[in-house]
Every structure is written in structure tokens, then in C-alpha cells.
């Protein structure tokens, strides 16, 4: 699976919208985008995830941009619940299918500021 | 969370014993994962299983051991030839392992010390 890049930590004022972005330059064609979030001491929850297009939940928006080797999550209008630590992943779907866990770095902690 | 129970929370061992980690979930999700997460750092794969009776080594699996007897049930043995197992433990299962990328759901993980 290709590599990601994250800041390290982040801040944001509550309320504002939270930019956290991520580089993935050696994406390959297959591999898609996820987005999980970890509060402290309780277990990852996904977020988003996408390919190529831009996409949108009730959570957040993934932009992808058109060479797929950055992304960014957008929170838009960050709440101090929002505060956790953020993973960006890549990951190559097995030939012939097969789920074998996800690669997870280290991650940007987002601090949302009262 | 949600489906997926790990337990217990908090667990400590005396150096040189094994112990087995509890995880299971009512999703009637196919696919079983344990990871391992050390302070400040991200999370890493110790074994997984897409179906009963098979399980697969993951990216750190020595001085672990699992089964999947069941398929609510995926524990995980510590044994006395993992080095540094004071770690925190999170248990994870998608829907099945098919091609299609399938949400993973964590459990809210056992923090393992050993004395």
C-alpha cells in the first residue's frame, strides 16, 4: 500500500471549518482514499473515503485532487468534539478481493480551540 | 462500539504469562482483525480472519496467537514470547472480505500492562 503524509498536530477554532490535509504520491490507480479519526483511548471510527471524486457525508467532505497524490478532509464547522487524532489511508484492493486490515500511520491530531 | 465488545477494559499480567483478549461481536460481520497500538503511535495489524477456521498473520503477529471457532468470537493470546506486550489492543471486523472496501468497526480496545 502507498505511503501517506500527515502533519503532525493541528489546531482550529470551534466552529471553523478544520482542513486536514494529506499527501499520497505514490498512489496507485486502484487504490482508494479513508479517512478514520481516533478519540483518546477508545477505538478508530471511519469517516469518508473515495477514489477520485470529491465526496460528502453527513460527517465531513473528501477533496481529491485531479493527480490523486493529496487530499483533504474537510470539517465544516469543527466542535470540540471534534478534537482526536486523524488517519489518512490508502489502500490497494487484493487481486481477487480479501480484506487484510488497514495501515495506519501515525496520524494528525486536531485540537479544536474553544 | 456498537456491536463489537472487547473485554476487559483494563488488564494487567505478571511478566511471563500468557493471557487471551476477549473479542465479540453480534454485526454478523465476516472478517475479524486485531491490532495493537503503542503510545503515539498509529495502529498495527496482528492477525486477521475473513471466515471461521481461517485466520492470517498480519504485519506483527510473533508472540501472538489466535482462533475463530466462531463467528462472533476472535480472541487473542499474549504469550510469554512477546517481548514488549504493554500495549493497547483493538479488535476490528468488516462485512465480509470481499473486493469492495467495507468499513472497518473497532471495539473500544483492552489496554494490556504487563508488570
Known amino acids: 500500500d502507498a505511503k501517506t503524509t500527515q502533519p503532525t498536530s493541528m489546531d482550529c477554532a470551534e466552529g471553523r471549518a478544520a482542513n486536514l490535509p494529506c499527501n499520497h504520491s505514490t498512489i496507485s490507480g486502484n487504490e482508494y482514499v479513508y479517512w478514520y479519526r481516533q478519540i483518546h483511548s477508545q477505538g478508530p471510527q471511519y469517516i469518508i473515503h473515495g477514489l477520485k471524486n470529491n465526496e460528502t457525508n453527513e460527517m465531513a467532505s473528501l477533496i481529491i485532487t485531479e493527480d490523486r497524490k493529496s487530499s483533504t478532509l474537510i470539517l465544516p464547522h469543527a466542535t470540540l468534539r471534534d478534537t482526536a487524532v486523524y488517519y489518512c489511508?490508502?489502500?490497494?484492493?487484493?487481486?481477487?478481493?480479501?480484506?487484510?486490515?488497514?495501515?495506519f500511520g501515525k496520524g494528525t491530531h486536531l485540537i479544536i480551540q474553544p | 462500539d456498537g456491536g463489537i465488545t472487547q473485554s476487559p477494559k483494563y488488564l494487567f499480567r505478571k511478566e511471563g504469562q500468557n493471557v487471551t483478549l476477549s473479542c465479540e461481536q453480534n454485526?454478523?460481520?465476516?472478517?475479524m482483525y486485531w491490532y495493537r497500538q503503542d503510545p503515539g503511535q498509529g495502529l498495527r495489524l496482528i492477525y486477521y480472519s475473513q471466515i471461521v477456521n481461517d485466520f492470517q498473520k498480519g504485519d506483527i503477529a510473533e508472540g501472538y496467537s489466535v482462533s475463530r471457532e466462531k463467528k462472533e468470537s476472535f480472541p487473542l493470546t499474549v504469550t510469554s514470547a512477546q517481548k514488549n506486550p504493554t500495549a493497547f489492543y483493538l479488535c476490528a471486523t468488516t462485512i465480509d472480505g470481499g473486493p469492495s472496501y467495507n468499513e472497518q468497526f473497532f471495539g473500544p480496545g483492552t489496554r494490556l500492562t504487563v508488570l
Open positions: 489511508i490508502v489502500r490497494a484492493l487484493l487481486s481477487g478481493g480479501g480484506a487484510d486490515g488497514l495501515t
Open positions: 454485526l454478523n460481520h465476516d472478517a
